[in-house]
C-alpha cells in the first residue's frame, strides 16, 4: 500500500471529483472535498518525509517500468511542491468564504467542489509525473477546470475572462504538446529522465531547439511570464474570490515548477545558461515584470486586480531565481514559490472576506474598515508587509535569498532593482493601509465569523511563522534546488 | 527541393497558421474556437504523421505470422493523440459553453462589443 502513495495523492481526488456530483448535498460535499484535501496534504507530508529520508521515489504506473511505461518521480521539488500545493488546498477548501463571489444556484454548488477537485488532481498531477505526455494532459484537466471556476464569478465579466484565459491557455497547452512531440521526435522517448539522457547528444539539432522554444513559451503563457501575462488580471479579477486564492497560490507555482524542470532536469543548466544564454532573455523579462507589475498594481481601483498585477511582479522575481541558476539563486525562487503561496493565497482569502460583508472588491470600498473588520484587515496588513518584503515576515526571507544569489553571480544592479521594486510594493500596499485605517467607514459591517478569517489567519500568521522559522522553507527549498541542479550536499 | 519532400510538415504549418490566424483576426467568438480547433488538429496530424514509418504496415501482429522481418509503423504517436483529441474536444466543448453563457448574458458573441460593454478598464 504505502508504495502506492505517489500514484495515490493525485488518483484520490481525481476520483473524489464524481463523488460530489453524487453527493450533491452542500455541506456533505463541503465537508467530502476538505476531507479529501487533508488527506492529501498528509499524503504529501509523508511522501516528504520519505524523500527526506530515503531519496529519490520512483513509482510506475500500473506495473510498466519506466521508460516505456509512465513514471512518477518524486525528488526534493516535487514532493516541496505537493506539500504546497495540497497546503493551499487545505486551507481554502474549507474556508467559510469558498462561496463568496460566486453565480451559482442553490442546488448547483456540489459541481464548484467537483471542478475545484478536479483541478487539484491536475495540479497534483503536474506536480508527480516523470512523463512528458502526462504533463500536457494534467496541465489540461488543470486549465480545462480552471476556466470553468473563472466562469463562475458573479459578474458577467468573469465569462470574457474566463473565455479569453481558454483560448490563451489552448495555445499555451498545444506549444507544449507540440514541444513534446519534437523532442519525442528525436529522442523516441517521452520520460524525463530518458530525455536527460539521450539529449546531450542532440543539442545541436535544430528540432531539438524548436521543441525546447515551444516549451517554454507553452510554459510561460500558462505562468504568465510578462509579457505573456494578459489573461491573468482579468481571470483573478472576476473569478469567484476563493478560486483567485486558490488559483493564484497554486496554479503559477506549478508552472513555475515546470519551466524549473524542462531548464534543469531534462536540458541541463549548461545547455540552457552557457550555450543558450537563455537568462539574457529571461532576466530582462522578470526585471521589466517586477516593475511594470509593480506600477500597474499602484494605480488599480479593485483590491483583486491590484493583487495580480502584484502577483505578475512576484512571478519576476521568482524567474529571477531561475535565471540565476546557483543554488542560492534557485533557492530563494523556489521559497520566494512557497511563500508567496502563502502570502498571496492570505490575502486573497482576505479580499473574499471584505467581498462577503461589502459585496464589493473596489479599493474604495474598504475605506474605514479597519473599525469595523479588524482581524481581516490587520491580515491584509500584514499579508501586505510580507509582500513588500519587511523583516520578520516571510517576504524578507525569499527576497533576501534573491538579493544574496544576484550578488553571488556579480549581478550587483539585479539586486539594487530588486530592493527599488519593493519600494514600488509600499506604494500599493500604503494605499490599502491608508483607505482601511483612515478612511471613513462607508458600510455598517461586523467581522466575519470564525471560519472565514481562521483560514485567512493560517495562511497569513503561516508568513510570520516562516518569517523567522525558516528550517523547514529554506532548509526544503535549498534541498530542492540541489536536487534540481543534481549538486549533492 | 529537399523541404518540399517533407510537405506534411508543410500542411501542418499551413492549418497552424490558417488556425491562428483565425483566433487573432476573428470578432466572432465561435470562429475563434474554430480557428483554436484547427490549430489543435494541427499538432494531432504532426504528431500522426511523425509516426509513420515508410515502407511500414499497421503495428498489428497476427498469431500465425512470426513478427520478425516486418516494418511496422510506430503506433504510440498515434496512442497520444487519442488523448489528445479527447482534450481538444473538451476544450471545444468548455468554450462553446462559455460562448452561449456569454451570449446569455450579454446578447451578443462579437469581441469588439463585448468588448466596448465591457468598458475600456477591463
Redesign the interface.
Known amino acids: 500500500m504505502s508504495e502506492h502513495l505517489s500514484a495515490l495523492i493525485v488518483v484520490l481526488p481525481l476520483l473524489a471529483a464524481p463523488v460530489c456530483l453524487l453527493l450533491r448535498q452542500p455541506t456533505l460535499v463541503r465537508i467530502w472535498t476538505s476531507l479529501v484535501a487533508w488527506t492529501c496534504l498528509i499524503l504529501a507530508w509523508t511522501l516528504l518525509g520519505r524523500v527526506e529520508t530515503g531519496g529519490t521515489i520512483s513509482y510506475s504506473m500500473g506495473g510498466w517500468d519506466p521508460p516505456l511505461g509512465i513514471e512518477y518521480r518524486l525528488d526534493a521539488l516535487n514532493a516541496y511542491l505537493l506539500v504546497i500545493v495540497t497546503a493551499i488546498a487545505s486551507v481554502v477548501f474549507p474556508s467559510g468564504t469558498i462561496l463568496t463571489g460566486t453565480s451559482l444556484p442553490e442546488g448547483r454548488q456540489h459541481l464548484y467542489f467537483a471542478a475545484l477537485l478536479l483541478c487539484l488532481a491536475g495540479l497534483l498531477g503536474i506536480s508527480s509525473t516523470g512523463d512528458l505526455?502526462n504533463v500536457?494532459?494534467f496541465v489540461?484537466i488543470t486549465s480545462?477546470s480552471s476556466?470553468?471556476l473563472i466562469?463562475l464569478g458573479k459578474d458577467?465579466?468573469a465569462?470574457?475572462?474566463?473565455?479569453s484565459y481558454?483560448?490563451m491557455g489552448?495555445?499555451g497547452?498545444?506549444f507544449l504538446?507540440?514541444g513534446i512531440?519534437f523532442l519525442?521526435?528525436v529522442t523516441g522517448t517521452l520520460n524525463m529522465q530518458d530525455l536527460a539522457v539521450r539529449l546531450p547528444d542532440l543539442l545541436q539539432s535544430r528540432t531539438v531547439l524548436a521543441g525546447f522554444a515551444f516549451l517554454m513559451v507553452g510554459g510561460s503563457i500558462k505562468l504568465a511570464v510578462f509579457p505573456l501575462h494578459q489573461w491573468l488580471p482579468?481571470a483573478y479579477?472576476h473569478a469567484p474570490s476563493a478560486v483567485s486564492a486558490f488559483i493564484a497560490a497554486t496554479a503559477t507555482k506549478v508552472s513555475y515548477y515546470l519551466l524549473a524542470r524542462v531548464i534543469f532536469t531534462i536540458f541541463g543548466a549548461a545547455f540552457v545558461f552557457d550555450a543558450l544564454h537563455l537568462h539574457w532573455l529571461l532576466l530582462p523579462l522578470a526585471l521589466m515584470a517586477m516593475f511594470a507589475g509593480s506600477l500597474a498594481a499602484v494605480f488599480q481601483t479593485d483590491l483583486k486586480r491590484l493583487l495580480a498585477y502584484s502577483s505578475i511582479a512576484q512571478i519576476g522575481y521568482m524567474i529571477l531565481g531561475l535565471c540565476m541558476a546557483s543554488e542560492a539563486g534557485l533557492t530563494g525562487g523556489i521559497v520566494h514559490l512557497f511563500n508567496h503561496a502563502l502570502m498571496k493565497g492570505g490575502l486573497f482569502l482576505a479580499v473574499a472576506s471584505i467581498v462577503m460583508r461589502t459585496g464589493s472588491s473596489s479599493v474604495a470600498g474598504i475605506s474605514g474598515l479597519g473599525r469595523k473588520m479588524p482581524i481581516t484587515m490587520a491580515a491584509m496588513v500584514v499579508g501586505g508587509l510580507s509582500l513588500i518584503g519587511v523583516p520578520g515576515t516571510a517576504g524578507f526571507v525569499s527576497k533576501w535569498y534573491l538579493v544574496v544569489g544576484a550578488l553571488e553571480r556579480g549581478w550587483h544592479f539585479v539586486g539594487i532593482l530588486i530592493l527599488l521594486s519593493s519600494l514600488i510594493a509600499v506604494v500599493y500596499v500604503w494605499r490599502l493601509v491608508e483607505a482601511a485605517y483612515f478612511g471613513e467607514p462607508e458600510h455598517e459591517v461586523c467581522d466575519v465569523p470564525w471560519n472565514c478569517w481562521l483560514p485567512t489567519w493560517i495562511l497569513i500568521g503561516g508568513t510570520l511563522v516562516f518569517g523567522f522559522w525558516t528550517e523547514v522553507t529554506v532548509g526544503g527549498a535549498a534541498a530542492a534546488a540541489r536536487a534540481i541542479l543534481g549538486v549533492t550536499p | 527541393m529537399e523541404a518540399l519532400g517533407i510537405w506534411n510538415y508543410w500542411v501542418v504549418v499551413l492549418l497552424m497558421m490558417i488556425g491562428l490566424y483565425a483566433v487573432i483576426a476573428r470578432d466572432h467568438l465561435v470562429k475563434k474556437l474554430i480557428g483554436l480547433g484547427m490549430f489543435q488538429v494541427a499538432v494531432i496530424m504532426f504528431y500522426v504523421s511523425m509516426g509513420k514509418v515508410t515502407g511500414g504496415t499497421a503495428p498489428i501482429i497476427p498469431e500465425d505470422v512470426p513478427a520478425e522481418g516486418v516494418l511496422y509503423s510506430n503506433p504510440l504517436p498515434h496512442v497520444l493523440m487519442l488523448t489528445a483529441i479527447v482534450v481538444g474536444v473538451a476544450t471545444l466543448a468548455v468554450g462553446l459553453a462559455l460562448v452561449v453563457r456569454i451570449r446569455e448574458a450579454y446578447g451578443t458573441v462579437e469581441e469588439d462589443e463585448l468588448q466596448r460593454m465591457n468598458g475600456a478598464g477591463s
Open positions: 505526455f500536457f494532459v489540461e480545462l476556466y470553468t466562469s458577467r465579466r465569462l470574457t475572462a474566463a473565455f481558454l483560448v489552448t495555445i497547452g498545444t504538446l507540440l512531440g519525442y521526435q482579468n479579477t
